[in-house]
């Protein structure tokens, strides 16, 4: 059975640092494109960042370039987020999100592209 669960979110203050984690299980992470997604409230699911099973390649929306690292650790099947200097803009419920199709830099963020989600885990970002 395919899972991927998510932890690491909670409250934080702006400029802070959060590490999320998704633990996969009934698949090895590095045979998948694992992507990172969000939503706050009201909002649709944005790509946040991803990362591709062929060559590790990654991808990063525009407003978390530089403050956001994905990595992946085959050997705890697992894929991490890594999240520093975080602004109120970035709250929200996050989600993995795993496929074995070609993930691309113009297709990554497409929801649809997409075969195994997580629960999510909420990153709230306030004073």
């Known amino acids: 059975q395919v899972q991927l669960v998510e932890s690491g979110g909670g409250l934080v203050q702006p400029g802070g640092s959060l590490r999320l984690s998704c633990a996969a299980s009934g698949f090895n992470v590095d045979y998948y494109n694992i992507g990172w997604f969000r939503q706050a409230p009201g909002k649709g699911r944005e790509g946040v960042s991803c990362?591709?099973?062929?060559?590790?390649?990654?991808y990063y929306r525009d407003s978390v370039q530089g403050r956001f690292t994905i990595s992946r650790d085959n050997a705890k099947n697992t894929v991490y987020l890594q999240m520093n200097s975080l602004k109120p803009e970035d709250t929200a419920v996050y989600y993995c999100?795993?496929?074995?199709?070609?993930?691309?830099?113009?297709?990554?963020?497409?929801?649809?592209?997409?075969?195994?989600w997580g629960q999510g885990t909420q990153v709230t970002v306030s004073s």
């Open positions: 999100a795993a496929t074995e199709g070609g993930v691309y830099y113009y297709s990554w963020t497409s929801l649809r592209l997409y075969d195994y």
């Open positions: 990362i591709s099973s062929s060559d590790g390649s990654t």
